[in-house]
């Protein structure tokens, strides 16, 4: 059952960030494979296993039928790290108790680990932030354990046996939420599971992978489709080593919606590196077909197609019998969804979006497809470029949708509207490029919004409990649908806009940081219908102008799970102050929502 060789084996019970596991020991060298639920010792065994974890579920190990380990794999003597569900599933299995708690806990939290010499927790700061997710918990630990974590609301956070190498914790330290998580998991695989760490060698790939493009395309034609982003342009640039000028095509399209300036500075940088560009201005084609078209799916798909028309065309034009794709490691690290999903028909869990920016075009064009880095995570292809010598710019560069500002501006798309978009995104960058945050951008918006979904008592109460008596709490829902994530599927809901204030204050400017975390996840746990909460930064609403803007920053490693970005008062208020000072703005709010519940891109 297991194909490979991992060093690590990832025991899924369904959770949603199994594949986090994945990136995680991929981005250190560790071979790792997830594996469904009902593997048994003896496959293990079977095997050179250095460590094993027990993911989370959507179950309570109490309720019959719910996925179980192999009980023998706990003496095995392969240290086990469960996390969630795996963490109750350790207590459950060997003794001890789990029971439904008196209130979940969901969202944020602070941790505070009780012993700070155990190899789990080495360079760890004994107080964090952590991100918890459960209504079940531990209510008696094993005979032969010792409690090891705990939390406000959970007495037992973790949990360690005294005989044997086995952990269990009960926050997620998967998802970039919990401050020390990846440390943790480090810690797991170099302290306890022995494992080594493999260097990634950026020489020896470009040696190897340079070649391999030589083989392949010989004496042929290539085209690459480069948007100015890291990935595009490091395969470019790759493939510009071993291929004559006149046998690789970049072509860059402008779409019409990009940002400010950026397909002049785009070609620009290809023309210094010395590569074979062809500049698609492609602006009124594009335009015509958006024109008037307001849902995210369709905006996408007229984006797509005309992209892959126009690039069929070039493609023609120039005879190409391959195509260079930057398909990079997370556009590819999906596999089968474990057995553990089937149990109670959740087909989806884990999975909540995947990107093939120009899936389907090799096959319809006749062209042989040729991915020379889709063995990469991003902080590699960051390696690599540099390595090449791509500018700062470009090895730096935030990360971009395909469709970019087609899906920053919502509702329908028209010149003014970009125009003042491109504007307010980049007021936004200039700001926050210093701090670099992982993705940031402005998100334009009709200054619209409905009254007719009734929670706005349900979102003051919530509210009340965060600020003090006699504050103003004023909710406005944007009329605006955006995406978000809902249990294991992506959902349409709407965006909350709060104002605070209390004697002319703004109490955004005043919450602590993991009361805005917990006042986000609150009220997106909550209520269904919203998805993303957005600060009113501005001190009042102008409702006699037509949009507002709404600020994107957040914090992420793998773009699966994210946290805005906790900037400081001067930083928001010079945000304001700016976005403010385009006549069209009626507002400026800044998005305080984690991933899950909204996604990053708000359609
Ligand atoms: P979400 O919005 O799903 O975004 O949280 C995760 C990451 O993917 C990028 N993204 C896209 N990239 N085409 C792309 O090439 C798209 O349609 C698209 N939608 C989202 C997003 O910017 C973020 O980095």
Known sequence: ????????????????????????????????????????????????????????????????????????????????????????????????????????????????????????????????????????????????????????????????????????????????????????????????????????????????????????????????????????????????????????????????????????????????????????????????????????????????????????????????????????????????????????????????????NVGGLPEKMGLRLVEPIKNLFKYQVRILARKLGLPKEISERQPQPGPAGAVRILGPINTEKIKIWQESNHIVEKILKPLHPSQYFAILLPNKYINNLNINNEIKNIVSNFVEPESLIEPFIFSSQTIGVKGDERAYRYTLGLKMMKNGVNLWFTLNSIDILNLQGIITGRINQIVRIAALLSDNLDYNKPYVILIRSVETKDFMTATPTLLKKEILMKLKNELNKIPSIGAVFYDYTTKPSATIEYI
């Open 1 to 356: 059952m297991i194909n490979n060789n991992p060093e690590i084996i990832i025991i899924d019970f369904g959770g949603q960030y199994v594949f986090n596991f994945k990136r995680f020991f991929f981005e250190l060298g560790i071979s790792s494979e997830i594996v469904p639920y009902n593997i048994t010792s003896e496959e293990i065994m079977a095997k050179n296993i250095k460590g094993i974890i027990l993911s989370g579920g959507p179950y309570s190990v109490y309720d019959p039928g719910t996925p179980k380990l192999d009980k023998k794999i706990y003496d095995l003597g392969i240290p086990i790290l469960g996390i969630c569900y795996g963490n109750q599933l350790i207590a459950e299995q060997l003794g001890g108790k789990v029971e439904k708690g008196q209130q979940g806990e969901y969202g944020f939290t602070y941790l505070e680990i009780s012993n700070l010499k155990d190899p789990l927790f080495t360079n760890i700061k004994q107080k964090s932030i952590c991100w918890m997710s459960h209504s079940d918990l531990i209510s008696e630990i094993p005979p032969d354990f010792e409690i090891i974590a705990k939390t406000p609301q959970t007495e037992i956070a973790g949990i360690k046996s005294l005989s044997r190498p086995i952990y269990g914790l009960q926050w997620h330290i998967e998802v970039t939420h919990s401050e020390e998580g990846e440390k943790i998991l480090n810690n797991f695989v170099f302290n306890i599971a022995k494992c080594k760490k493999k260097e990634w060698n950026v020489d020896s790939f470009i040696k190897k992978s340079s070649t391999e493009i030589k083989n392949i395309i010989k004496d042929g034609t290539a085209i690459c489709a480069v948007s100015g982003g890291v990935d595009s342009s490091t395969v470019a640039m790759l493939s510009s080593k071993v291929l004559k000028y006149d046998q690789l095509y970049c072509v860059h399209i402008n779409n019409g919606v990009m940002r400010k300036n950026e397909s002049e500075q785009v070609i620009k940088w290809y023309k210094n590196l010395g590569l074979n560009i062809r500049y698609i201005d492609a602006t009124n084609e594009f335009l015509k077909k958006l024109d008037g078209i307001t849902g995210s799916d369709e905006k996408r798909k007229i984006i797509g197609k005309t992209f892959i028309d126009i690039f069929e065309r070039e493609a023609k034009k120039v005879n190409a019998q391959f195509l260079i794709q930057a398909t990079i490691m997370p556009d590819i690290i999906e596999s089968t969804r474990g057995e553990a999903n089937k149990i109670k028909g959740k087909k989806h869990g884990g999975i909540i979006k995947i990107h093939h």
